[in-house]
C-alpha cells in the first residue's frame, strides 16, 4: 500500500511537470510571436517614413528640375545666371506651346498626331483647373511610359502663356539619385549618427513595374512597403522602400528571426521522454518489490517447514512421548537433517544478498591453455 501511494505521488509530479513545461513553452512561443509582431511592424513604419520623406523630396526637386528646364527653354540668356540646386533631366522628347487657341504648337519637330491629341487633351483640363506658377504632370494617354509637363508661361512666343515637354519617366533617373543622395530618410533620432543609405534600399518603379531607380548597394529587407511618389498617381511612379538585413541586424537577434519552434518543441519531446522514462523506472521497481514479495515469502515458507519439523521432534523427545530408543535415534536424525536444510536456506539467502552488493568481476586476461595439457 505504501509503495503504491508512492507510486501515485511520483506519477502526479511528472504528469505536473509535463504540463508546466508544456505551458512555459507555449508561453516561449507567444511571447516570441509578440516580438516578432513588434519587430515587423516597428519595420513597416521605418520603411514607409523613409518611402514617405523620399517621395516628398522627389516631388520637390521634380517640379524644381522641371520648372528650371521649362524655365530654361523659354529664357535661354538666363540659362547660365539662374542657378538650380536641382537633379538632371534626362532626354526630352518634344518642346511645346499651348497657343491661345488651344492647340498645340510645336516647338522641336514634327509631334505624332497621337501625342499631339493627348497634349490638346490634357493641356485643356490643365487650362479649366488653373496652374499659375506651377508644373503639372500628367501621363501620356495610350504611352504609360512617357510624361507631359505643362508650365505657365507668360513669355511664349505663341502668346498662348503655356509652355510644355514630353519626356519618358525613366528620364527622371538621374532627378531620383540626386534626391536619394541629399534627403534624410530617417530622422537623426532612430539612425543617430549611421548613414541611413545604407540601412533602407529604395527602388522607383513606373507603372508598367520597371525599375528606374535603385539604391547603390543595398539589399532589400523585410516588410516592403510601397507608396506613390504623387498622391494622385499622375505619372505612375512608385516608390518600394524597406530596411535592409544590416539594419535588422542592429536591434538584436529577436527582430530579424522568428520564434524557435523547433527548440521548444525539443524542449517539450525532451520533457515527455524524461517522464517517459520516469513511469518506465516506476514501473520496474514496483516489478522489482513484487519480486522482493514474492521472494520473502518463498523464503518464509521455506523456513517454516524445517523450524516446524524441528520444533515438533524436539517437543517429542522433550515431553517423552517415544516408543522405543528407535524413534528417538530417528527423531534426532530428523531434527539434524531439518537444521542442515535451514542452514542451507540461509546461506543461499546470504549468498543471493552478496552477490548482488558484490561489484562486477572485471574480465580476466587471455591466457594460453596449453602449458597445462600434458600429451
Not at 170 to 178: D, Y
Not at 295 to 319: K, N, Y
Not at 326 to 352: D, H, K, P
Amino acid at each position: 500500500m505504501r509503495i503504491r501511494r508512492e507510486g501515485t505521488f511520483v506519477v502526479g509530479v511528472l504528469i505536473a511537470s509535463v504540463v508546466v513545461a508544456t505551458m512555459l513553452a507555449f508561453q516561449a512561443i507567444s511571447a516570441a510571436r509578440s516580438r516578432q509582431a513588434v519587430s515587423d511592424a516597428m519595420l513597416r513604419q521605418y520603411a514607409q517614413l523613409a518611402a514617405w520623406e523620399f517621395s516628398r523630396a522627389a516631388r520637390r526637386d521634380i517640379d524644381a528640375t522641371l520648372t528650371h528646364t521649362l524655365a530654361g527653354y523659354v529664357h535661354p540668356e538666363n540659362r547660365n545666371k539662374d542657378r538650380c540646386d536641382c537633379g538632371p533631366l534626362g532626354e526630352v522628347d518634344y518642346w511645346f506651346e499651348i497657343g491661345p487657341d488651344g492647340k498645340v504648337v510645336e516647338r522641336s519637330g514634327p509631334i505624332p498626331i497621337e501625342v499631339n491629341s493627348a497634349i490638346a487633351q490634357h493641356a485643356t483640363a490643365v487650362r479649366a483647373g488653373g496652374m499659375e506658377g506651377a508644373v503639372r504632370l500628367r501621363p501620356l494617354t495610350g504611352d504609360a511610359t512617357r510624361v507631359i509637363a505643362f508650365r505657365a508661361e507668360p513669355h511664349t512666343l505663341s502668346g498662348g502663356r503655356y509652355i510644355g515637354l514630353v519626356t519618358r519617366a525613366e528620364s527622371f533617373a538621374g532627378l531620383l539619385g540626386h534626391t536619394y543622395r541629399r534627403a534624410a530618410l530617417l530622422p537623426a533620432v532612430l539612425v543617430g549618427d549611421r548613414n541611413t543609405r545604407g540601412l533602407v534600399d529604395l527602388q522607383v518603379e513606373d507603372s508598367q513595374g520597371r525599375n528606374i531607380f535603385a539604391s547603390a548597394e543595398t539589399t532589400p529587407g523585410p516588410q516592403v512597403m510601397t507608396t506613390e511618389v504623387f498622391p494622385d498617381d499622375s505619372i505612375g511612379l512608385r516608390v518600394r522602400a524597406s530596411m535592409t538585413p544590416k539594419f535588422v541586424a542592429t536591434l538584436g537577434p529577436e527582430h530579424g528571426a522568428g520564434p524557435n519552434n523547433a527548440l521548444v518543441i525539443g524542449l517539450v519531446i525532451v520533457n515527455a521522454l524524461m517522464v517517459t522514462v520516469g513511469l518506465w523506472q516506476l514501473r520496474r521497481e514496483r516489478e522489482l518489490a513484487k519480486l522482493r514479495e514474492d521472494f520473502v515469502a518463498g523464503v518464509s515458507h521455506e523456513l517454516r517447514t524445517p523450524l516446524a519439523q524441528i520444533r515438533m521432534f524436539t517437543d517429542t523427545l522433550l515431553l517423552d512421548r517415544i516408543r522405543n530408543p528407535a524413534e528417538g535415534r530417528r527423531a534426532i536424525e530428523i531434527i539434524g537433517q531439518e537444521t542442515r536444510r535451514l542452514s542451507q536456506l540461509v546461506e543461499n539467502v546470504l549468498y543471493f544478498h552478496r552477490h548482488r552488493r558484490a561489484p562486477l568481476a572485471t574480465p580476466g586476461a587471455p591466457m594460453d591453455l596449453s602449458t597445462f595439457v600434458t600429451w
